[in-house]
């Protein structure tokens, strides 16, 4: 069995899809990128699952990239071992080829379908195009209301904060975090990765998925942007030469929520799905009583963000549901005995590569 991590590649936000797909895997390390082209139902997942499958039989690294609007579905497979990463690069997340031929290749599994049979079933599935593009739009509006109530809590909590005891605070979570002597010399990096996303399922958290050894937990008040803390964190381990991963938060562009330091194996979380070795509670940078007269606002708005979030999950699952309506125009009409040979052959290809 194979070792595989779990992130989403992307998810949608309330200004459109915020994407990690030039983040998958390091470009320096990236020998073989094939992009799956073809319509919904197509078998772009499944085809990802046979492949990751095949070349982890040996325990093989590789990372699982789940799709934010299907969860049960694959966006991409890195099977980081043999430099490879297979991705499906159709829209929201359209990837071309930017080395064709020497490193990347196109697999257009739409060549299995019947088109003329397909174009009978146009107007059917224009109408259901248009549908699942309003629905899509309606989640976004619902995001957009709830960030609006996210940020205007966290300006907030902001202007009451102790500056000089989160300054002290986080220089401790600095100190906890990293060895006194640091990584080897040399440049590091900031990889910008998602494990939480609003998804048709609700909202769904990987960490639990991608934990690693050392866990230390940041608590704060519910309405605190954790961002700061977090970047200060990233700033410090950058400049002691460590690479970094930076949660990004989709319905709140810009928010970071969680830091791995991967050759620290260490997780900086705010989540409490994982037990930490340590924990750092930020909320006590807010005075005694600077919220009293505040928190009235601040329960209103979380309420709200929670709504705004329900609503926009309904909106998604809509979205999944008109998803699965168009699967059921392509899958009829696909052959799936060249779907197998297309596998058997970009099988054939990758093993021969890699011998």
Known sequence: MSTARALFPGA????????????????????????????????????MRRIHAALTENGEQATLYFCSG?????????????????????????????????????????????????????????ACMADHADASRRARAFMRASRALWRDNADTVSACIDERRLARMTAALISAVL??????????????????????????????????????????????????????????????????EEHLLPTAPGAVVHLTIPSLDTLVTTSDKLTAEQTFDFS??????????????????????????????????????????????????MDFTRWQEILDETLKSLQTAGK
């Open 179 to 244: 060895p006194q002597s640091g990584a080897a010399v040399g440049a590091a990096h900031m990889r910008p990765v998602i494990t939480d996303a609003l998804t048709p399922k609700g909202e769904i958290c990987l960490l639990t998925q991608s934990a690693q050894q050392r866990i230390i937990r940041v608590v704060h008040h519910f309405a605190m942007d954790p961002t700061p803390v977090f970047k200060a964190l990233s700033r410090a381990a950058q400049a002691a030469g460590f690479d970094v």
């Open 12 to 47: 949608m936000g309330p200004d459109g899809f915020i994407s990690c797909f030039d983040h998958l895997i390091p470009e320096q390390n990236l020998r073989r990128m094939l992009i799956l082209k073809g319509g919904p139902g197509v078998g772009k997942s499944t085809f």
């Open 70 to 126: 299907d969860p049960d579905s694959l966006d991409a497979v890195a099977v980081e071992e043999h430099g490879l990463l297979i991705l499906d690069g159709t829209a929201p997340h359209i990837v071309d080829p930017r080395i064709p031929g020497a490193r990347d290749s196109i697999i257009n599994l739409g060549a299995c379908l019947n088109e003329r049979a397909m174009r009978a079933r146009l107007s059917h599935i224009r």
């Open 284 to 333: 006590a940078c807010l005075p005694s009583g600077s919220l009293l007269r505040r928190e009235c606002a601040l329960e209103q708005a979380r309420s709200g963000i929670i709504r705004s979030a329900q609503h926009a999950v309904s909106a998604m699952a809509q979205a999944k549901q008109l998803h699965d309506e168009l699967e059921t125009f392509y899958v009829p009409n």
